[in-house]
Each structure stands twice: as structure tokens, then as C-alpha cells.
T-cell receptor, first 114, second 115 residues
């Protein structure tokens, strides 16, 4: 069975640009969460989507947005990129939205902002 | 303010011995804890979890201990194997918001198993 997939693997952008990251959850999983991992830190929660609705949002500016599609795949959008947005962006899927559901992580998208 | 703390950035253990990774938390609303393992260029992989109603959970070579009064948990790996060399993250969940706050992670501990 395919695990969580993310695209692209790597991405280089310049300040002020916009970026879209994509995630496909494990088949049958209805919840997708996004995390940002800056070098030397643990993953930090950005968003959770369940059944195509936003269920939770971390402490990130409005430049960050996301959505979940009818097939449960998801996109993370970041506008007006800053140098500090350079990070590994991780997508995780789970069966349900409650915290006791184990989250399965994808390999991540490495974003570099120059 | 870090709510989940892993105070040891790295830990070196001899193959075959016990590895003990520690984690402290400050948010008393956390009641579900997880350990993830991460290799370079891969996403974190779930290892083991524990609910606050328990003080111990075992899965093969991995055991997690929870001390709620001390707000402390630890992961024991016995015996340690070379493939255990990775970064280990402690994570916690506050269910009061229905999971809407996601998981809160520590900074990780890089475990190195020496042959």
C-alpha cells in the first residue's frame, strides 16, 4: 500500500513569491495535517483538515492557507514568501480527526527561499 | 515557550545496551504521548504511544514510561541495534480541542548506536 506522498520533493523560490505544496494521504484516511520543520527544531503544527473542513490551525500568519479536496488530498499554499519560510514541510494523514489516531507522515517537501 | 522538551540533543549508546531517551512537558492538558523516529530524507515514523491513564506501554524492544506527576516520559530501547540510529521526537496531544491543535513536538534527540 502506498504511504503518504508529497510533491514536489524540493523547491527553490525567491522572497515574495507564492508556493503550493501537495499531499496525498493513505487510502481511506480522511484527515490531513500539515507541519513545518525548521532545521534543528521539531515539527510545528500548521493546519488540520478533516472531511474537507479546517479543524485546527497553529500559530502561523494568514500567508499560510490550505484546503482539502473531495478525494482527501490536500494543498498547502504560502504567499509572500519570507526567508524564514525555508523549512521541511511535512504532511501527515490519519483515519480520523481525534488526536488518538496515529498520524502517518510523508517524506516532506524541502522549501528553500532565497 | 516550549511545551515539550527534549533536553539531550544527542545520545551515544553502545550496541546491545539500553538506550533511554527523555522528554518533559509543561502543559497539564496533554494526555496522549507519542514517540516518532526520523531518518534523514524521510518523514517521522510512529514508534509507540501512551495514554495518560497508563504508566507503561511496551512494544517489542520499545517501552515508554509516563510519570504524570513529574510531567516526564521516557523511551527505553533494549537491546539497542545499529538501525536504531536516528532522531527521536517526543510528541504530545491535548484532546480538549478535539485534536484541533495537532501534535506538539520536542526538538528531538539524535541517538547514535556505536558498534
Amino acid at each position: 500500500d502506498a504511504g503518504v506522498t508529497q510533491s514536489p520533493t524540493h523547491l527553490i523560490k525567491t522572497r515574495g513569491q507564492h508556493v503550493t505544496l501537495r499531499c496525498s494521504p493513505i487510502s481511506g484516511h480522511k484527515s490531513v495535517s500539515w507541519y513545518q520543520q525548521v532545521l534543528g527544531q521539531g515539527p510545528q503544527f500548521i493546519f488540520q483538515y478533516y472531511e474537507k473542513e479546517e479543524r485546527g490551525r497553529g500559530n502561523f500568519p494568514d500567508r499560510f492557507s490550505a484546503r482539502q479536496f473531495p478525494n482527501y488530498s490536500s494543498e498547502l499554499n504560502v504567499n509572500a514568501l519570507l526567508l524564514g519560510d525555508s523549512a521541511l514541510y511535512l504532511c501527515a494523514s490519519s483515519l480520523g480527526a481525534v488526536p488518538y489516531n496515529e498520524q502517518f507522515f510523508g517524506p516532506g517537501t524541502r522549501l528553500t527561499v532565497l | 515557550d516550549q511545551q515539550v522538551k527534549q533536553n539531550s540533543p544527542s545520545l551515544s549508546v553502545q550496541e546491545g545496551r539500553i538506550s533511554i531517551l527523555n522528554c518533559d512537558y509543561t502543559n497539564s492538558m496533554f494526555d496522549y504521548f507519542l514517540w516518532y523516529k526520523k531518518y534523514p530524507a524521510e518523514g517521522p515514523t510512529f514508534l509507540i504511544s501512551i495514554s495518560s491513564i497508563k504508566d507503561k506501554n511496551e512494544d517489542g524492544r520499545f517501552t515508554v514510561f509516563l510519570n504524570k506527576s513529574a510531567k516526564h516520559l521516557s523511551l527505553h530501547i533494549v537491546p539497542s541495534q545499529p538501525g536504531d540510529s536516528a532522531v527521536y521526537f517526543c510528541a504530545a496531544s491535548d484532546p480538549s480541542g478535539g485534536g484541533a491543535d495537532g501534535l506538539t513536538f520536542g526538538k528531538g534527540t539524535h541517538l547514535i548506536i556505536q558498534p
